[in-house]
């Protein structure tokens, strides 16, 4: 019996319930054959029965078409009557089989198990797996046992066929040359009811495009159009603790401002985990909703401010909610699409950061997902383009039937915690983005993937070419995506995303992927008649690409002569005619691109509007041409040799102006004031919401007994002591360190074992060379039944001279107050704690090697950087966020400029989390001021090595060290 349309052809096999034996694909002309294939159904709880198509019987065909084949038949045996109602369909490409099952029998039977197909193929058949690292973000959440769960991935054929259940939770196998697909259904049927078991979907693509047919397979199930948008959420500007009322408040006033400031918008504003259910606290028996309690004026307010600037609203969910009763999940159906309908909810993010709701349990499993695919039905009937996204509830693409997006490898894209340059050294953090390439599902792009957006969190330089990957590059559906704190960026540099945004508006209907070019990384979308290129140059160096209309994918020719406008980088006021010319259809231009750039340019017919006037020219540049010449400067490599005497106190004294403050801490310290008051309040409150994390030096000095200096993420893996530079010299007579029983403990991990000795090794020094040592004496306070760390007090006596340096040799404690007290006059004084410094994360190791070259830097502009990379070998691979080197700058005369900016940020300390990312290049850099033009001076790096996760000797060899003059930015 054979089915046949123009794309493929399906030979059934004989019996009472024909199978599919054949599948001729005439897309590639080849065909795959199958073994003894048949129907199976698996009956009871426990030692199930089987029941196969080969013992049905009164088969009576109902339909017979060239393109679909229906049939009844009974399956009876030992006590079960069922009836089948199988159905075989041609639409397109695709040949689905469709099973009903009914019970006639007078006995309720349980229906275990469906297996759609059980067959041998000669066939090459791959099966598919989930990519997801768990250490990629808060994938971490998720079990290894967990996560080894059955996820339904499509089976391909020699490459150009696909097969397999639609259902997230179903199992498409291959064991060897034997194929299974198998639904766990777990369903009772009563006396006369009936199930449909879901669908199994055979695919014809083109020779090796499999995975291109399975993904066009799961757009036409889907039966809908996924809306494109910009979505911002709150994570980072909160944690699990969530927005208090008047957090939430700032938040919205700050958008208000950026609306009616800059005229910027997102279309969605999602309201992130915590603010309205969380992780920690049972507030709510199964759900742990808790924005009543947060937000006694409801966050309806909220909502509807966000509806008055034209934002719609989105929510955080636990994807756990449903319960095992149909009780809980009735009430979470009635909770969840309230939301939606009272509170404009037009997008919902589900995460498995809070619980995993997929376990081992397949039967379980199938529950839940029936559960979360009605919740998506009804909440779809109150807003049509309602979307949800699915951060790892599983990393089946089939989840795609039922929500809108997956989290693409699972991984979030906060900078030097889960976004670190492992592959190879960059300026900035942030254009590690660049290396991730093309978002694919079975190596095909996919739009409904979504990568987490551009977070601001952390140093903000190079946040418009992320988000110009981002956006104009990957053209995810959910772009431009943004989180964490937006009021971090300089006033100056609102109209810049402002811009952007209205740029992505006006350019959205050609955001189709057209094609990802590997070799340059480049991205290329058009609609046939424009296109629009997201170029990248992922390098040192200065970068050439040719555009030449004629050549490039999709675009059909419309005109002879074809308008390149350069959007990114924004031209200057006298730079307008750099950025556009004229070109043959025929003909090919030149896009110059600085190191590490992302470039936006149009290629469009001639004869519509363009601002400026157009030239014929052979070049386009994303800097002016004067600047461009110089943009990349290799300075060579630097020459190792032993570290002096004054080598080593140098390194020294730089370890003492680094900052180990949350990089957010930092940031918000070296940015002028804006203009506007609701931005300058978002950053007050949320400095004020960090420092209950105990991660700010200031904590031990600012008389407040609430805040504390603790170094629990890294004391277990470092050697690391704290430093205390004084910011003058004082004869320091005594220092005093009071521990604070908060949040951790005053000693980390005390009450299971781990004490302080009887004395901590304390240190002074003038200048960071001669050092005076003295054991401060650790006391404790009894606490019931337990005895505690309360305070180091280390006398260091009549010292013979001032000191302005403090190390002390301690891990693993919580700091409530320091003091140092200087001798005056026989008495001791407190020093002054205004100009205090300190850190925690560093080592007291001296150097092993210091690297060093003479240099000349001729000039300077702005956005000139100096950098200096240390690459380990390739197979090197240590965790990143830790002290490997110091660099600086030095003249004739001994002044020193350290280059304290690095990336990635050494050491790390974040506030909400530290994952342990692996690589093995550091960059360390400094922009170029005037006075350093026309200098003698010596760029030196003094290399520590690994402190911790070195155990391969590749890890203990020392660095390649180089120097350059990079241009990232326009004047």
């Not at 700058?889 to 002044?895: F, M, T």
Request: net charge negative; charged share 25%.
């Amino acid at each position: 019996m054979l089915l046949e349309n123009e794309y493929i052809r399906v030979e059934l096999g004989e019996g009472p319930l024909p199978c599919v034996r054949a599948v001729a694909n005439h897309l590639s002309g080849k065909s795959v054959t199958f073994g003894e294939n048949h129907i199976s159904l698996l009956l009871g709880k426990e030692a199930p029965v089987v029941i196969s198509s080969r013992q049905a019987d009164k088969v009576k065909v109902t339909a017979c078409e060239k393109d679909r084949l229906a049939l009844t038949a009974a399956a009876c045996y030992e006590g079960y009557a069922l009836e089948l109602a199988l159905t075989y369909r041609l639409e397109g490409p695709c040949l689905s089989m469709e099973l009903e099952i009914a019970n006639a029998g007078e006995n309720a039977a349980f229906i275990k198990d469906v297996i759609f197909f059980e067959a041998y193929t000669s066939a090459e058949a791959e099966g598919q797996e989930s990519k997801i690292d768990l250490s990629l973000g808060e994938a971490h959440f998720m079990q290894a046992e967990t996560y080894g769960r059955v996820d339904a991935w499509p089976i391909f054929l020699d490459g150009h066929l696909f097969c397999g259940i639609d259902w997230p939770v179903a199992e498409n196998a291959v064991l060897g040359k034997r194929l299974l697909c198998r639904q766990f259904t777990g369903r009772k049927l009563e006396p006369g009811e009936r199930m449909r078991a879901r669908t199994l979907t055979i695919g014809a693509g083109k020779e090796g495009g499999a995975a291109r047919a399975f993904l066009d397979h799961l757009e036409a199930m889907r039966g809908r159009k996924t809306r494109r948008a910009s979505m911002y959420f709150t994570w980072l500007t909160h944690a699990w603790e969530g927005l208090e009322e008047k957090d939430f408040d700032a938040h919205i006033k700050t958008f208000e401002k950026l609306k009616e400031a800059y005229g910027l918008s997102f279309d969605i504003v999602l309201a992130d985990a915590g603010v309205v259910e969380t992780l920690h606290g049972m507030y709510h028996s199964k759900y742990r909703l808790r924005y009543d309690r947060l937000t006694p004026g409801g966050v309806k307010q909220f909502a509807d401010r966000l509806k008055d600037i034209g934002t719609d609203f989105g929510v955080w969910l636990g994807p756990d909610g449903f319960g095992e009763r149909e009780e809980d999940f009735e009430k979470r159906l009635e909770t969840v699409t309230g939301m939606v309908r009272d509170w404009n909810v037009a997008l919902i993010k589900f995460d498995c950061a809070v619980s995993s709701p997929l376990g081992p349990d397949r039967y379980r499993n199938e529950r839940y997902m029936n559960k979360l695919e009605r919740l998506m039905a009804e909440c779809r009937k109150i807003r049509p383009d309602f979307m949800v996204i699915n951060h790892r509830i599983t990393s089946s693409p089939y989840i795609l039937g039922i929500l809108d997006s997956t989290l693409w490898e699972g991984m979030e894209t906060y900078p030097d915690v889960y976004l670190v340059n492992t592959d190879k050294p960059r300026l900035f953090t942030r254009f590690a983005s660049y290396s991730r390439g093309e978002p694919v599902y079975c190596g095909v792009y996919s739009y409904l993937l979504e990568d987490h957006g551009v977070c601001f969190n952390g140093e903000w330089q190079g946040w418009a070419e992320e988000l110009v990957v981002q956006t104009f590059g990957r053209a995810l559906m959910l772009s431009p995506e943004a989180y964490g704190t937006l009021f971090l960026l300089p006033d100056s540099e609102y109209p810049r995303l402002a811009r952007l945004m209205q740029l992505v508006k006006d350019n959205r209907d050609l955001f189709v992927h057209t094609h990802y070019h590997r070799e340059t990384v480049d991205f290329i979308h058009s609609d046939g008649e424009r296109a629009l290129i997201c170029m990248i140059n992922d390098s040192w160096e200065k970068a050439v690409r040719l555009v030449n209309p004629s050549r490039i994918d999709g675009l059909e020719k419309k005109a002879d002569a074809y308008r390149v406008i350069m959007h990114f980088p924004e031209a200057g006021p006298r730079e307008e005619d750099s950025r556009q010319a004229t070109v043959p259809w025929e003909g090919s231009l030149e896009v110059k691109l600085h190191p590490f750039a992302a470039a936006v340019v149009e290629v469009s017919p001639e004869g519509g509007a363009v601002r400026g006037a157009l030239k014929d020219t052979g070049a386009i540049s994303t800097l002016p041409e004067a600047i461009m010449e110089k943009a990349s400067c290799p300075i060579g490599k630097l020459s190792g040799s032993a570290p002096e005497e004054e080598d080593v106190k140098t390194a020294e004294r730089i370890k003492f102006m680094v900052s180990n403050d949350p990089t957010e801490a930092q940031v918000i310290k070296k940015l002028p004031p804006s203009v506007h008051p609701e931005i300058n309040q978002s950053r007050r409150l949320f400095l004020e919401k960090i420092k209950k994390c105990h991660v700010f030096a200031e904590c031990a000095w600012d008389d407040n007994p609430a805040t504390a200096w603790g170094d629990y993420f890294h004391w277990d893996k470092l050697s690391n002591i704290w430093r205390v530079d004084l910011g003058d010299l004082y004869r320091v007579a005594r220092v005093e360190v009071t521990l604070a029983d908060l949040g951790p403990g005053p000693v980390v991990g005390e009450e299971t074992g781990r004490k302080l000795g009887e004395s901590v090794l304390f240190e002074v020094s003038p200048d960071c060379g001669k050092w005076y040592p003295a054991d401060a004496q650790v006391f404790h306070d009894r606490i019931i039944n337990r005895k505690i760390t309360g305070a180091l007090i280390a006398d260091f006596g009549e010292l013979p001279e001032p000191v302005r340096y403090i190390r002390m040799h301690v891990r693993g404690i919580l700091v409530g107050d320091i003091r140092v007290k200087e001798l005056k006059e026989g008495r001791l004084v407190e020093v002054p704690r205004e100009k205090w410094h300190g850190n925690n994360l560093l080592t007291a190791r001296t150097p092993l090697k210091l690297f060093k070259k003479s240099i000349n830097i001729g000039e300077t502009w702005k956005g000139r950087y100096l950098a200096v990379t240390a690459c380990l070998p390739k197979e090197a691979q240590v965790p990143l966020m830790q002290e490997v080197a110091v660099a600086w700058l030095e003249d004739r005369a001994g002044h020193v400029r350290p280059m304290l900016e690095a990336s990635p940020v050494f050491p790390f300390n974040g506030w909400e989390n530290n994952t342990y990312r692996q690589g093995y290049a550091w960059t360390f850099r400094t922009p170029v001021p005037e006075n350093m033009t026309g200098r003698e001076l010596t760029l030196k790096l003094a290399w520590y090595g690994p402190c911790y996760g070195a155990d391969t000797e590749q890890a203990k060899a020392f660095p390649e060290v180089e120097g350059r003059l990079v241009t990232v930015h326009e004047p």
